[in-house]
């Protein structure tokens, strides 16, 4: 599956659009590499995903996707 679409599909990135626009600045990347929106994900696959806040790693499998490391950035508010 497509890359952009499997972040729609699971819900992790709310449209397409955003999601083609995330990957193309380089905020979301497959085994450490800077990748296209059409890259074919595999299983086994690694995705980090950089949100302004927030920073996600999972793992592709079969059907989906498991977690390996999610970290939000704390702001402090003066």
Known sequence: MRLDKFLKRHS???????AQQMIKGGRVK????AIKPSCEL????EIEIFFG???LKIRVV????EVLE???VKTERF
Do not use: F, H, Q, T
């Open 62 to 65: 079969a059907g989906g996707y």
């Open 12 to 18: 992790l990135i709310k449209r397409r659009v955003i």
């Open 53 to 55: 806040n927030r920073y």
């Open 42 to 45: 595999k299983d086994g696959d």
């Open 30 to 33: 497959v085994n450490k590499r």
């Open 70 to 72: 999610d970290e939000r």
